[in-house]
């Protein structure tokens, strides 16, 4: 099976996926990935997530509402281990310090412009969104978490530089 | 007036009826016909109704059908075969297909016998 038909069949639900995922791929082994058949899979997986046939509705613990809530102001979602939290804080001091550095080389190297100094203000907030990839976006898959934490980051870079040079023009 | 009339049809659907299937009731009934004669797997499926209709399922369409017929009890699973999985029809998809399949006789009888009285 190839990378893309594994991918088509993750966007299925988990409970779907655990039924008829392996059913599935044996099928997509014995044919040719048309753009017909990736149309379907998309609109197959759109359908199981808004009609799911799998499972009766899961009993709400009082307590659940309350324990997320709990999780979330202790910064410790879901899934995420000791180490993943270490990994998080390397992200966050080494990716704060490697982007200030960059910042002010460029500033040393062209002088004061509008990048550097939005690179430099957005600085930790884009090492939150990288290091984001271990934490908050755990539960989603890894080339998913690498896409959202690196153009998070890049959005970030982008919206301070503009926020910059517009500065500059006032 | 027509929205109640609709709610009252909906409500009296028999027990098994594949109109609540939506978009998936036409995959429904060829999955039921494939598998009258016996258990096939996914693959079996999708081979059988390209030859007996000319239609190609998708994977997502065939599995969508299989997944509402197996909830409704109208289909089950006789056990993994290798990574494939068998489906075998139940007294009730039994009951559904006979019952959907009159439907069908009777609108292409009355089809058939409007276009002969037109062209008499």
Known sequence: MTGISSALIRMYPRAWRQRYGVEMA???ATRQLSMRTVADLIAGAIDARLNPQLGAPKAVDVTEGAQKMTNVFRCN?????????WRSAAWMIGGSI????????????????SFSEG????????SLMLSSECTYLKRYSRPAR?????SGAVLVILMMWGAVAVGYRI | MRITRRVAKRDSLPEGDLDEFGRFSEPALLILISIADGPKHGYAMTEDIASMADIALGPGTLYGALARLEARG?????????????????????????????????VARAGRKRLAASHA
């Open chain 1, 26 to 28: 044996e099928l997509l």
């Open chain 1, 77 to 85: 979602p879901a899934g995420v281990s000791v180490q993943d939290q």
């Open chain 1, 98 to 113: 490697v982007l200030t550095l960059t910042a002010l080389g460029l500033q040393w190297q062209v002088g004061q412009n």
């Open chain 1, 119 to 126: 690179l430099l203000y957005s600085a930790f907030p884009a």
């Open chain 1, 146 to 150: 690498t896409v959202m934490s690196i």
């Open chain 2, 74 to 106: 109208l289909i089950e699973s006789i056990g993994a075969e290798d990574r494939r999985n068998p489906y075998r029809m139940t007294a009730l998809g039994e009951k559904a297909l006979r019952l959907r399949l009159s439907t069908l006789e009777a």
